[in-house]
């Protein structure tokens, strides 16, 4: 008896030092107090540092009048807004060039991607050529090329390259006539509005009668006109409610007009040309992971070529381009904080460059700029995930 | 009667199925359609080609060594690119501010890099012991022939320490391959690693001087901490090894001196090409096993470890790597008590290998979950630790996988290096930009881009050229 208990005794002895459980339990808690304990350390000396220098914590500075100037904002601001206002201001400007940057490298991606598996050789190799070169260069080095090389030795105003007389680029930016809109304007929108609204219901009652009763009705063509002739009947009753403001120069700047910063456009090209060639890959890759019998079987049921592409190869296509084009929106975003080193007015440059320096408030400012962050690129994340699950494999196998 | 029945003779195959004409009707004009693109694409080359090629390379000038040689040029008929910029300035772009007479230390470190890849990234080239051997001998040579007889000493060393590892591994560890080292308990392998270290230390101390005493110390622990951990390996696994851990202390202390009577030269005055590869192979180096880490984390079944690591890689996926280099260089020095600095480099590296590694972590978490669970339950069943069973088992597949993933990681990282210019660190692009602003020599920005976007391009096509070497290699092997 006696013996027994003992051996069940050193059995249970020596399996707590073996037991999974016991040691899982015990390296979480030493990892957790580490953590505990570095997070301590750190914000003591967060603390220490923050007193000796005289900064007070807090978000309070956020209504504080900011005291500088920022070179391009889409909402009123001077210096005399708050550190608040240029943080919009900041925030404004990296959605404004990301999203020029997705919506043109998504076209010129899809086409380079279509492109490379043409079957004309030439034409391929010219896409692989510039596909090959333009994906291994940094994307820094591109910015400050287009900045620097490109865009800065251009002539001054003066003997600006000129387009029609209507667009100009030169150092300064790129100038382009501004559309001035009239009260009557409204009603061409409205117009647009319900042509479109109404050219969406045709497309779908469309497809509805096309299962019921096998029928087609082409209601692409019929809704293409509708939504280019109803506002523009609308337009010249009301008189031709537009006029434009044509840059014109005046001394030695352009007036009227809108001015697209050399900064703006050396940021949106670079990222345009440089995620052009990823989304390229992805496009290829999707269309090549699609099967041949595919193909096969939708040109034996005599689908023409562009069927077969639309109704057959898209489709599939679009299952596996999706994901890593989600991911490469996102690289895009963050891609687009590279303006700091040209000084193209984003969230990095006007927030946690300008303002940092003129507050001195470190922490807050670098957890808001990484808040903020976080923040676009969960909603892209999210927003392109309801849509990959949209195009996904429905159904089983 | 007998009529012999000749065959009549083969026609020539029609002009449009065979050679030149054949290949240019079924490549380039087989419709209409593909006729006008590839007009369009002729025109294009045309309008594009051309002017380049006269500005970069026919009316471009390349004699002269200073500025009034390429003025010379432009006023006369050469109105190309002026590549003489470049060449009075190779010493910068490739070396930075290193001073002149201590840049052989860098010279020195990429030689032995380069013919350290070459024997591990070429094996088939290099297989039998032999060839290994005369690889050595040629990389000894040619570094005591460039840097003098101590450098090619250290070569020496260098190479023919994976069979004197390979050899002591197998003489520890048994004939058996068992015993030895790894089977001791693990506080005692930490205690003997701190101890030779130590007792190292110590004895140069005690006959040397304080000089050079920290760094053989390394050395030692580090030998130690290799053959206590390890078992029986072969030489070309030791190769690996001591390329991830001997050569960058080896870099270490030869870029930064102030050892073995080499001059201390700070981190502040490294820049250029040298400072990209530092930056970049550090990075590597140090992302992947921190990325292993994370993604064994993120796996893992305990709630503690498993929420610290997914948020960790969450957190570093959402924000761009310049707000991470941003807070390295302004809020590092907050989070540190007032008298410790760290270098600003250093603050870089750590930045960028927490940034990539959790870029890696995803990659290799794929890998890991593409492994069948007959294997994890294989190597429980055999009562394997966990550690024994990721290392031996599961790892070695799951990154063999992965291997275009990581590829495709270390292209990035290299060229996001070029970040490191933002918080004023001289890469290649960033002292391209300060040689540009040389009151001497304006206005040859397009010439610096373009060199330094050719030296990238030229690291990173070899990159992914490689990965698909090694994914082809790998592939075969699974079939």
Known sequence: MLSKDRDKEQIGRG????????????????????????????SYNVYQNLTRAGITTGFAFLSQPAGFDVSQSLIDYSSRSTYADALLVGILNTLLVSAMGIVCSTILGFFLGVIRLSPNWLVAKLAAAYTEIIRNIPLLLQILFWYLAILAPLPGPRLALHFGE???????????????????????????FFAVLLSLLLIFWSRRHQTR????????????????????????????????????????????????????LALWLALTLYTATFIGEYVRSGIMAVDRGQIEAARALGHRPWMTYRLVVIPQAMRVVTPPLISQYLTLVKNSSLAVVIGYPDLVHVFAG???????????????TMAVYLTISLLISLLMNWYNRAVAM???Q | MIREWKPKPAQPSPILETGFGGWLAKNLFSSIGNSCLTLLGIAFLLWALPPFLRWAIFDANWGGDSRSACDAAIEGVKTGACWVFIKVRAGVFLYGFYPE?????????????????????????????????????????SAAALFGLIPGGVVLLYFFLPFLLAWLAGWISGPAGRGGGAELAVPLRVALVLGGGGVAYLLIISFFGREGALAIALFVALLAGLLLTTRRMAAATWRWILLGTLYPLLAYFFLLGGVFGLPLVETHFWGGLSLTLVVAGSGMITALPIGILLALGRRSRLPVINTLCVSFIEFVRGVPLVSVLFMASVMFPLLLPENVNFDKLLRALVGIAFFYAAYMAEVIRGGLQAIPKGQYEAAEALGWTYWKMMGLIILPQALRLVIPGLANNFLSLLKDTTLVAVIGLLDLLGIAKAAMADVQWLGFTKEAYIFAGLVFWIFCFAISRYSVYLERKYHTSYQ
């Open chain 1, 15 to 42: 399996s707590l030092l073996n037991d999974a459980g016991f040691r899982a339990g015990v390296a979480q808690a030493v990892v957790l107090l580490i953590l505990v304990g570095a997070v301590w350390f750190f």
């Open chain 1, 166 to 192: 209507l667009v100009y680029l030169c150092n300064r930016g790129l100038q382009v006539p501004r559309p001035l809109f009239a009260e009557e304007f409204l009603a061409t929108a409205v117009t647009l």
């Open chain 1, 213 to 264: 009763t096998g029928r087609r009705f082409p209601a692409y063509w019929v809704s293409l006109a509708l939504v280019v002739v109803l506002p523009l009947a609308t337009f010249t009753l009301t008189g031709s409610p537009l006029t434009w403001e044509i840059p014109t120069l005046s001394g030695f700047n352009f007036s009227g007009g809108i001015t697209v910063l050399p900064e703006l």
């Open chain 1, 354 to 368: 300008t303002a940092l320096n003129q507050s001195g408030q470190a922490v807050e400012i670098i957890a808001i």
């Open chain 1, 394 to 396: 429905r159904g089983g």
């Open chain 2, 101 to 141: 007479p201590e840049r052989w230390r860098v010279d020195f470190i990429f030689v032995l890099l380069a013919f350290a890849l070459l024997q591990v990234l070429v094996p088939t080239l290099l297989h039998p012991t032999r060839r290994q051997f005369a690889l050595g001998l040629v990389a000894a040579g």
